[in-house]
Every structure is written in structure tokens, then in C-alpha cells.
């Protein structure tokens, strides 16, 4: 947002360079808030349209892929594209949960996002969250 704001400030005044200190001053002004406003309402459509591109770029024809969750031996394990990581329960830290996902922390070792709909009930959701803190616990 910054650098738009600089880069259409450092414009204007270009344009402007000829006229009065007022209006070179106003110009500049202008710019950069015209830059910032710019560059902010761009930004986020514009980071979306990267990272979509390089999931394509990526994945290409492996999507949509199927994500399997499941807690064997005391690990959280997630199997998504040939890929399988697995963290231990006993390094659990957290459990947040809001309407559409479940957020398991393992502290420094990593995050493991679930979405509610990979469960089919909610008292599946809630055996495999006892599941996990009991085996945390022991």
C-alpha cells in the first residue's frame, strides 16, 4: 500500500512538476492517497489470483483431492495428495474450533486444519477430539 502511494505521489508530482509549489504540493498529496487507496483495494484479489494459479500451476489435474484425517497410535495423521504428516497427541497445545473448521496446535511442530464437514456428526467430532485429549492426557 505504501509503495503505491509513493510510486503515484512521485507520478503526479512528475505531471505537476511545472506549476506552482501549491498545486505540485496538492498533486503529490492527492497521488498518494489515491496510490495507497489503489494498491489497497487491489491487493487481496490480486494475491488470490496468484495463489490460485500456482495451485493449478501445481496440482493441475489432481484436484479436487481427497483429504483423510484419522488418529492411530496416538498421532493426528493427514493424508492429502500422496503427502501423509502426522503429529503426536502428546504435543497437542490447543483445540479452537469455530463453524466451519477445528484448529489442532501443536505448538512450534505445526497446525492441523479440519473442517467440520469431514465429519459426519457432531458426536464424531467430539469422540475424535475426547480421543485426542485422552491420549494427550495419558
Known amino acids: 500500500m505504501i509503495r503505491g502511494a509513493i510510486l503515484l ?3 503526479c ?7 506552482g ?3 505540485l504540493a496538492l498533486s503529490g498529496i492527492i497521488g498518494a492517497i ?9 491487493y487481496k484479489p490480486l494475491v488470490k489470483r496468484r495463489i490460485r ?10 484436484l479436487p483431492t481427497v483429504t483423510r484425517y484419522s488418529f492411530e497410535n496416538g498421532q493426528v ?15 497437542l497445545t490447543d483445540v479452537i474450533e469455530d463453524k466451519e473448521r477445528l484448529e489442532l496446535s501443536f505448538g ?7 473442517p467440520l464437514r469431514a465429519f459426519k456428526t457432531a458426536e464424531e467430532k467430539k469422540l475424535f477430539v475426547t480421543a485426542i485429549r485422552g491420549a494427550k492426557e495419558s
Not at 36 to 41: A, D, E, I, K, S
Not at 54 to 59: P, Q
Not at 108 to 114: A, H, M, Q, Y
Open 108 to 114: 512450534d511442530k505445526g497446525l492441523s486444519v479440519i
Open 77 to 91: 495423521v493427514c493424508e492429502s495428495s500422496g503427502v501423509t504428516i502426522s503429529f503426536s497427541s502428546s504435543e
Open 9 to 11: 505521489a512521485f507520478a
Open 13 to 19: 508530482c512528475f505531471v505537476f512538476r511545472h506549476s
Open 53 to 62: 494459479k500456482y495451485i493449478e500451476r501445481e496440482y493441475g489435474a489432481q
Open 21 to 23: 509549489p501549491v498545486t
Open 34 to 42: 489515491s496510490g495507497g487507496l489503489l494498491n489497497f483495494l487491489t
